[in-house]
Structure formats: C-alpha cells, structure tokens
C-alpha cells in the first residue's frame, strides 16, 4: 500500500516528538503504510529547512496554507500554537486531509466543534495527540479496568504538578513560551496540563458530571515577547476543581506550575470496590496495583514494572525489565493511528471526543469564574 | 513536685494510647511532674475492672460525673465518644480539673465555643490530642517553615484515605463502631480526619478563608448496634474541599474510607517559594523535602529519616536510624503538656486552637451541604 | 502466678530497650508471669541510681556478683560490654537464675560453649537478644518460608550499612564507645552487625556450609578512652563474605561503618523457586514480596504495611495503618521469652543457638585472616 | 563530511538496539558524520532480508567475510555470538574497518589480546559498546566522582539479577537462546552481566586488584537447540564475588539468573568520604545521592530524577521531567564515536579498555574454580 506522506506544521517540541515517532513506527511496528516525512512548514523559511534537515522531511514551505493543499501530502499534523489549530483544521478537512492535531483540540468549545463537523463532512480520518492513553501502564490500567478488576470506581485523583514558570523574570509569548500567552495558548494549566488529566480520567472513568473549580494567577504580569512590554499575564498558573462523575465517583484534579521539585509529575490514582491503581509519569513504567482479592496478610500494593511482551504495546520494544521512554508513547499512537485505518476503528481519541475534554475544561474555567458548580 | 494523678474516661483505642503515654514519659523525658494512672472509668465495671488492671490504674468508676469530683484526680482525660465530650468537659472544668480531651473538641462549634469559655472560666490547663503535630517529621515541618526554608506558600494539599469500611455489612454504633453512628460522632471522615488534616494545615500554613466541599455517603444504610434495625447512615464516608488560605495559597484537601488500598494513608505536601516538604504516616518518620537552592544538576528530593538526635523529639529515644512509632506522638504530646504546666506556654492546641478547626469543618459541611463556597 | 524479678546488669542503650520491654509487656500482652524491676546494676553508684530512678527500679547494687545472688532476683539480664557476658553468665547459672543476654553471645567460640554448657547442667531458661527475629515483617518471613510460599530457595543476601565512626577524632572504649576497643567487644562490624545478619539468616535460611571472607580497618588508631593513648585499632570496620548455606543456596553478606548515607541499613532478600521477600530496617514496618504466581502482567513486587492484626505480633498493638517502632522488638521478646516460660519452648535464639551464630562470625575473621574459604 | 556506512552482522536484539541508535542519533545529535544502514549480514537469506527491510539496510549479506570487505562499508558492527567476536574482528580490521563490537569483547583474555593487537595494528578506530556508561545517570555519577564530590572511596557494590532462566524446561543454544550455550558464550551470567558491572566499576573507581568468587549452575542439564539431546549446561546461573579495588576500597559484585522478581536488576552503590551514589537499571533515569555535607537535619538520599538540560546528553532530548530509555543509551554510544572520530579522542571502551574488563571476567571464573583468591 502507498505511503502515508506527512506534512508538519510547527517545528517546535510537539513537532519533534511526532517527527521521531513518524521515524521510528515501522521499524518496531508492523504497519502497512509507511508514513514518509514528506513536508516541514515553519513561517521562517532558515527555520523550516534546518527542521526538515535535521529530521530528513523532503521539502518545506512557510505557508501553511500551500502545506494543506499540495497534492503529495496525504495528512497534516498540527503542531502550532492552540490559536491555530481550528483556522488550519478547516482548511485540511477541506483539502481533504487526514488530520493528526496536538492537543488540546481548540481554544474553546465552540472552535472544537466546527472541527468536529468539518471531520465528519469531509470524511476525514483525524486524531488528537493526548499521548498518556498509549503509556504502556496507562494503557493497561484501562484494560483492568474494563476486565473488571477493580470493580465498582469510588474515586478518581489526578494531579499534574510542573515549577518551570515559577520565575518573576521568564516573560511571555513567542517561540517556546507561548504556552504563557492566553492569546496564544487559551488558557495556562488547564488547557495545557489539567487537559491531559481530563482525556485520562474520562477515559478510564467515564464522563463528568459537573465541577467547582478554583484557578490562580500568582504572578500578575511577565514581559510579553512579542510586544517588548510588560502586560498582565491571562493564563491560570494553577487551577484545582472538585469534580461528580456519572458513575456516582468523586474526583479531584489539581495541576499548578508552582510545585516545587516537579517537573512533571503527572500521577493519578482510581480506587475500587476489589483494586486500585496508581501511575505517576516521573516513573512512566510503573504501574502501582491493590488487590484486595489478593491472601489477607500478603495484600500490599504492586509496583508493576510494566516492561514485559504480555503488557500493552511491550512486545514491539525490547526485553523485559527494559523500559522506554515519553517518546514512545507518540510512536504508539501513530501505530494505532495507521492501524485503525485498515480496520476502520479509528484511533482515539479523535475529534469528537477530544472535543468532550474541551467542553470539561470549558466547564472548570467557567466554574472557577463564576465560584459555584458547573454543570459540563 | 506531686505526681499528676489522671482521670481516664473511656477504655477504647485512644485510651490505650493515652495510658501508654502517661506510663511512658517519665522514662524517656526529664518530667518535673509525672502522671500517675489514678482512676479508669468505664460504664461497665468489668470493662472499668478489665482495663484498669491491664494497664495499672489504682481505682475505678463507673459514673463519669464521679470521676471529675474526685479529689485525687488531677486531670481529667475524656475518650468517651464525640457527644459526650461538651458535657464532661464542661464538668470537669467546673470541678477545675485540667483537661485532655480526644479530638475532635466537640460535635460542633456551638460545643466547643462553651467549651473554650469553661476551660477560660474555670482557668484549667487543657489540650486537645491532635497528635500527628507530634510526629517528628511533622513537627521538623514546622520547624522548617518558621525557618523560612520554604518561603512563600503556594500550594498545600492532604489526604487521609482508609478503606475499612467498604463493607456493606459492617454495622454501626456501639463499642468500636461508634465513628460510623452520627449521632455519637457528630459526623464522618470530617470530623474524624480530615479534622487532623486541617489541624496540620492551620498550624504549618495559617488560617483557611474559604471552602468548596463535597461529601458523599456511598452505603446508605446499616445495621445499628444499639437498636438493632437498619437505620440510615447519618455520616459523610467521603470528603473533598478546596480551600484558599489566608497567606493566598490554594490548597486540596481529601478524606475517605472507600480507598481500596489505604489503611490510613494521611499525606500532606506543602510548594514553597523555594521549598517544598511532603509526609505520608505510613512512612511516619520520614520527611521528603526538596530544596531548589541545592546546586542544579543536584536537586532531587530528599528522603530524610527522621532519627537522629537533633530532630525534634528524637534525642530521647534510641540511636539513629532507628525509627519510634504511632503511639510516640501521644508521649511527646504528655511530654509537651507537662512542661506547658512548668513553663505557663500551654502545649498546642488547646480548646480555643481547636476550637478554629472545628468552625473549619464545620464550614466544609456546610459547603457541601449548599453546594457552594463557604467563608470560614 | 508469681511476678518474674529482673536483675539488670548494664545500663546503656541496651538496658533501656530491655527495661521498656520489660515495662510495657504486660500492657499490651496477656502475660501471665509479670516482670518486675527489681535491681539495677552498675558499677558506679551515682549511675546506677540515675537509671534505677528513671525506669523504676526499685533497688541498685554496684556489684554483679552480688546481684546475680540476690535471692529476690530470677532472671539476670546481662547488657554489660561483650568481654563479660561469659563470666557473669557462668556465675548466674550456677546461682540458679534465668538468663537473658544481650547479643553476640560471647568474645568466641569456646566462651560460648562454656556459656552453654552452664546453663544446660544448671537447667535455666536462657535467651538471647536477637530482637530482629520479633520484627512483624521478619517474623512474617519465617511463616512464609516455613508455608512454602518461597519453594526452594536459591540466593540470600543481606547487608548491615553504616557510616558513624568515619570521623578520625572518634576515640575508642569506655561507656558509648566500647564498640570500638576490642578488647571489650571482641570484634568490630562482624560481632555487633553481621551477627545479627547471620542470627536472621540461620533462621530463614538454615546453617551455613562455608565461608570466605574479607575484613578491613579504615582507619588504624585511634585515641582510647580509657588509656588516654593513640593506640592500634583492633576492629574490623568492614567485612564481607561470601556463603553457601547447607540447602545449596549462594550468599553474600556485608557490613561496614563507612557507608556514607546509613545510619542501620540492615537489609536482606531471600529469593525463592516461586517467590522472593525483601526487608529493611530503615522501614521496618514493611516487607516487600514478589509471588511468580500471581496472574502475568499483574506481577510485581507487594509492598506490605506489616500492620494489620492478622500479621505477627500485631494484634496487641493499635489499628491497620499505624506503625510501630524498633523497641517493639523487644517487647516481643520478653512476651516470648514469658510464653515459653508457661509451655516449656523456650524461646528461640537460646544460648546453644546463638552458639551457632558464633560459629559462623569465627569461621568469618578466620577467613579473612587467612584469607581463604572456611568450613563452619 | 562522508557518512558512515554501517555493515551490520547479527539480526537479534542487539542488532536491533545499534540499528535504532545510527537511525536516530542524527536527530538529536549535531553529528558531522551522518550513520547509514548499508549491510545487513545473517546466515539465513530471508532472516537477512526481513531485518534489512525493517530497519532500512539498503542491501545484505549471507556471509561475513563478504561483509567485512565491501569497499561500501565504513564500519563492521559486530552482533554475532561471543564465539565469533575474535574471528570477525580480525578480519575486519585487516580490511581497514572501523569495528564496533557488542560486549564482552571475546571468549577469553587470550582472544582479547588478539583483537587489540589487530585494531592498533590496523590503526581503526573501535568501540566495545557497554551501553550502560552512557544511561545518563551513571554518566553523572563519573562525573560526580571525577569532580570529587565523594572523596575517597571506601565501598562499591554491584548486582545484576534476572530470572528469566529460572524453568528447567527453558533448553539451550540456538536464536535467541544462544547466551545459555557455553560454546557460544563463554560463560554465563559472568560476561553476560557481571561484565557489565565490572566495566562501569573499573571507569568509576578505577582497577581491580584481587577476587574471591563463586559460581553455580543450579539446573545442571538442559535440551540442546542444536543437538536436539539433552547436554550439560556449562555456564554459570549465578556468580557472586568479592573484590579489592586498587585504592584500597571493598566490593562485592553478584549476578544471577535465579532471583524472583527481578528482570533486569542491575544496581551498584558507591559510598565515599563525603557522599554516597546508588542507581537501578529498573528506574535508570534516576540517581541516588546523599551528601554528607548538607546540613545535619535536613541530610537524606536526595533522589534525582536525571532528565534536565544540565544533566549528561539530556540537551539533545525531550524537556525536564520526561524521561528516555534503554535504547537512548546506544544512542549516547554513536553520537561519542562519532565525536571521537572527529576529536580524535577514542569514545570509550575501546578493545584494549574492554580487555581490562575481560581479564576480571577471567580471574573471577579462575577464582571461582580454584576456590581462592585470584589477583587480577
């Protein structure tokens, strides 16, 4: 079967990550379509070229717009700033494009949705990258879950805890500090982290109910690089809200960028009726397991070293006991990426339910505004 | 100086604990006063009898308002369940006993408000056992934060989770099961933990400002022990609040007892400027701290083993790197109280501090009772 | 039943550990044989008034040989410097009394047989102090070894790390430092740590076969206490040895007092046909244990909180979750030691048992002298 | 520049880990010589053609010797068996190639002897590749030690424990199971493992003087792949030994195939003056340190989690927090040889390095056998 020709916009660490995960699939997976990395797009032309050197795209271009509509381009990955993922959606669903987008989906609901639609009109395969689904011992918590291990869910707890921003003097905007831009980004910790903990939790735990949320800007205003002055910062450098599920479970999520001493601790822990789990993304390999069907004296939580061929996705890496990295976690998603277009059970998550984590963060900012319970 | 000749009242759990601490303090810390097991009372002689026997007090009773009549009893030590706490309390106060009274200081704040008034009335030294203030590496904690070590507070979070109390038939009320029964317990892991959560909390991170709670009672009816029918479960199994604290810092705070996994898993975290410390009391005497003013490549957390003679407490006991345990808390908490009487500064909390975590919890049920944020 | 009058010979770190065993038994275990404090000895008067006074003993004497006469005396507790563990336990024996030794047994093996012979002929219950055996976890580990859970065993290997005498300016000999003179304690590391490792081992994991090991002193001279000269250090400061054990099972061994970082590092791991166990002092309160029948991909190593009331010893204490601490393993020691008063099994490591272990630490420093492997 | 055209011999597991690791190091490292998958050489056609097509060899090869003199080949990679390490590299080198070869260097000392003289006569840059130098945390380590942050060492301590052997039904020889094979091997766990081991020892803490060591094989007959009869098994299970550094520091080095629970636990600590280090192959990207010269209270093992821009070769990675794996360290391994080819300073070890490392293996099998001390 043909290739599966590549065009990446943004050149950026997302656009790394997809570009070695292209790279690498078919030599540890057995897929059908090779994806070939056939275009690199940046708006500066030294940037874009020196990106596609290094990764080995074939061409470049500066404008996106030309990216979506070239004939030798079976589907576009977005890698750009959030502001743009809805405006270049469209344009690559009208093309007809297959689209992989970074998350999250939109800056908001109603851009997800136009997404949506415009997918589902064109008929056109699409994925949003929430790379923690494919961690091998993210992966198998879902599988416990669903073979019933852990029985009726009380709880859910996820928290993701980063101190990267905790300097009065690291400003805002432009390259590699979008992500404390609100125009750029949308949001701070909640579209960037406490999303991820969202795709998780309704993945493993099913929908959200409703929510009460509470956010905090600890530092008021950065220089904003791309104006050269200083401005009030509009992003939440922490947020935490309380949250109902539909299955009767509570929940709270927390992430802030003020934790000392983490850099990346993403952990969340589900408890029970018979087991419980934990995962924590500093010790990615790991899974934590209670079993309380296991011999009374002898209970005690497992640290699963989830590095063996029966573990999800294991068996394509090396031996056991042999652990991989947050890289591969991409590598795995374009795997089920390809394979869901043979079998026509298209990798999740796609568009329409990435837009479902949306209307959940939608409903935490919304929460945290307005001080009182939200309904998503 | 005479001996200070105690009152117990009560023969459960905490009685033992406290009785072990009153035989113990003398052998271990330089006490000017020592307590000597005057009178143990129980409602029942034989369990009175039973009690005294094992662990040494001269006489019994078996009517509390005897007790703190006595002339050889010098203070009185209430373990009787929650509703009775007001009551003897205002008693013995009257009879101008000093006071230990088991946490939490009453069923509600109208309680404990007579109660503050009593102990402030009446002039009687008197404590609450909020022990885990006690446990080395939580009181190192304190330490480290009136050092400044951490600098300004950004985030603080507990949890107290347990899960012995999954079963659907476990009953409720009477000896041993009177923390499941409402009426005898005011309330559930509220009142039960996460009063010992908030009781930390306001001493390392000063007062709460305002709450969202939610509670859940997840089995809705029980056997009671006392009448013997099925009778709707009164209190909360579950707890989740956010709080903002005075000092601007946001906090999560989780208490349950449907945690598969967790027999009593209380951990705290505290994100400072420069610092930040966590405790879990399944690892009680340790203390993970990190600290970003350590060389860059070197920073890591810190797993401190809390054993050795200059940490708090530790210089009475063994050698380091060997560890004391749970009941260790109420010695030092005897050792504190003793020479609280010598010096004229009262060992903490007494009732007014506890009195502050009480309007707290009780703002949290409030909370979730509304459904919206609650000022303390 | 008639109380059991202690007459303890030492009043160093050891005589307290023994003297709160011997206080708090009967609090939390139905003892039937009560110990009572009844001498305290040593040889200046002033010291042992001060230890008499805090642990309430309710006389002292300044000689052993009138202690061990004393008709109001049955059990001698023998917690003076190794080099009098033989000479007071002779003369204790032959006055009739029982004996309980603090470890190692002897200087050497021929005080040791002479120590055993004695109390055999005059028929005295004996023990030794090896408190580690009454450890919840590693008690737990003897019943599930004596169970089968571990199948044939394969490998043993166990460590004992410190790093409190790197400093040079430490002297040796005279009361606290004794350790280091070897003329008081016999040997270094291999005497006072390994002996411990070996005790656990002989238990868990049966006799050993033959040795080969070496021994290092770091540091060569130091100033001693009692002679106020820099004299030659006769201690070994490390030592490791590799064992084979009689059922073909492979072991190494270590200990040192320059291991930057351990305070009491005593850790082993046994591994076994069908599963594996692992401790450590540091957490004692937790055995790890690995089952290779547990279901595949759920395979991992259980951290066990050793604290529920189905596990050794624990019943008497307090609830699930709450640890307790290094001197329990003395109380358990004395409950044993009283249990097998009453059944007439004698409490395990007796004196003809603590032989063996003495044997072993020979064969050790035998082996390191010459420098080649040796039988036990 | 030229690129650097690789003649891969093997299509196993290591032949897969060098493969991904010329794949990848371009993006990520700024390599001035460019890898490129020229050859791939197995005996069998089809095994030769299915690894070329998934890893992109542009042509193969049935026979080695054919390899090794293609004029389109820069460098012989050398995956094959330990039996045909000597062979292969002679030839190699006599051809002029550069020659990477997988560890332990050969069958014997007398083969390693062999290939250095052949290399330096050649005068072509070669490489043995211990990968685990360059897991960025025990790169760190050296540089902690070279910059004398542990002063002098007084212990070091390694192990590797696996049990992936442990059923007797497992037979030996043949793919995948060639390592069981002593013919193929040349040992057990001793080159397979501990040569791992005593690579990193001797770069961290320099030469070996002495070893007491002893081996065991506890299944002692397995089927043959080859024979199809059942044979003796000649290698090692397990090997344990003793070992005197040349400065004067203590060791002790395990490894087996028989532990529970143990994939691929590969440990060592090293305890100085000042500090301590300890790591695990099962979590690699952290490091444990504690330094002796924090301040007293607030000392504990500080864990790093290695994975920062100032962290040995994390720059060319992902961001703070997100971790790599196993594979990364082969990665490492290119990207220095290449840089060695530019510099001129050979990326170590090199044959004559790894010859080092073979003379240990020797002397601890020697030691083993004889059943006393052996000097290096």
Not at 91 to 112: N, R, S, T
Request: charged content about 25%.
């Amino acid at each position: 079967m043909a290739d599966l020709r590549i065009g990446m916009i943004g050149y950026g660490f997302m656009a790394r990550a997809h570009s070695n995960a292209y790279r690498k699939v078919s030599n540890f997976f057995p897929v059908k379509r090779k994806p070939v990395l056939q275009v690199a797009c940046a708006r500066n032309e030294a940037s874009a070229r020196s990106f596609a050197d290094t990764w080995g795209y074939q061409t470049i271009e500066t404008d996106w717009q030309k990216l979506v509509q070239r004939d030798d381009v079976d589907a576009v990955d977005i890698c750009a700033p959030n502001n743009l993922h809805c405006e270049v959606a469209l344009a690559a669903a009208k093309a007809g494009k297959m689209i992989l987008c970074e998350k999250p989906l939109a800056m908001d609901v109603e851009q997800g949705r136009q997404m949506v639609e415009a997918v589902k009109k064109a008929r056109v395969p699409n994925m949003v990258w929430y790379n923690y689904r494919r961690v091998p011992a993210v992966t198998m918590a879902k599988e416990l879950i669903e073979a019933g291990k852990l029985g009726r869910i009380f709880h859910f707890r996820a928290k993701f805890l980063q101190d990267w921003t905790m300097s009065a003097d690291l400003p805002q905007g432009g390259q590699g500090l979008w992500r404390l831009d609100v125009g750029a980004a949308g949001s701070g910790v909640t579209g960037d982290l406490l999303a991820h903990c969202i795709d998780t939790a309704r993945w493993l735990n099913g929908e959200v109910d409703q929510v009460s949320a509470m956010t905090e800007t600890f530092i008021k205003e950065r220089k904003h690089n791309l104006t050269g002055k200083v401005e009030p910062v509009g992003i939440d450098d922490a947020c935490a809200f309380l949250a109902r599920f539909q299955n009767g479970s509570l929940a709270t999520f927390e992430s802030t960028r003020y934790a000392r001493g983490h850099k990346a601790q993403y952990v969340f822990e589900i408890n029970g009726q018979h087991a419980s789990i934990a995962w924590d993304l500093q010790e990615m390999h790991r899974l934590e397991y209670f079993d309380h069907r296991d011999e009374g004296p002898l209970r005690g939580w497992r640290s699963i070293h989830v590095t063996d061929g029966e573990h999800p996705y294991m068996s394509h890496w090396w031996v056991p006991g042999l652990q991989i990295g947050y890289e591969h976690s991409f590598v795995h998603g374009v795997a089920d990426f390809l394979e869901g277009l043979e079998t026509g059970r298209a990798a999740q998550p796609d568009f329409a339910d990435a837009l479902a984590t949306q209307r959940v963060c939608q409903a935490v900012l919304e929460s945290a505004r307005q001080g009182k319970w939200v309904k998503v």
